[in-house]
């Protein structure tokens, strides 16, 4: 197998399409995970609860902000777990070390979700 050769570093403008184009297939490449499709499930389902029983803005753009946050911790998750994999194709410790913390990091995120959801719907 012969290596590639690293693309040329770009810069200013073509850097920031460059970046959002990378942003887009990560977003895509997310869009493969069950976890992911279900919690973009779980906000948006928060989200129509809110606005039917009249959050306010601020209280709405917060759960936005908290949808955006597990969106990125998934990610990172996601990504993990590639790397994990290929490193380690077959079981073993640290492999699921790295997993079950990853999933708890996703499991903490979800729950701040869940306590925001629960304090703006409640009280």
Request: glycine fraction near 10%.
């Amino acid at each position: 197998m012969s290596l590639q050769e690293k693309p040329a570093r770009k810069t200013g403008l073509a850097h920031f399409f460059a970046a959002a184009g990378y942003s887009a297939a990560g977003l895509r490449r997310l869009g493969r995970e069950s976890a992911f499709r279900q919690e973009a499930a779980l906000i948006a389902g928060l989200l129509v609860l809110f606005v039917v029983l009249g959050a306010s803005v601020p209280e709405v753009l917060g759960l936005l902000a908290l949808g955006l946050l597990l969106v990125a911790v998934e990610a990172l998750n996601t990504a993990l777990e590639v790397l994990v994999d290929h490193l380690s194709p077959g079981w073993s410790a640290f492999a699921k070390d790295a997993k079950d913390l990853g999933s708890l990091a996703v499991a903490c995120t979800i729950g701040l979700v869940l306590i925001y959801a629960g304090v703006v719907l409640i009280w």
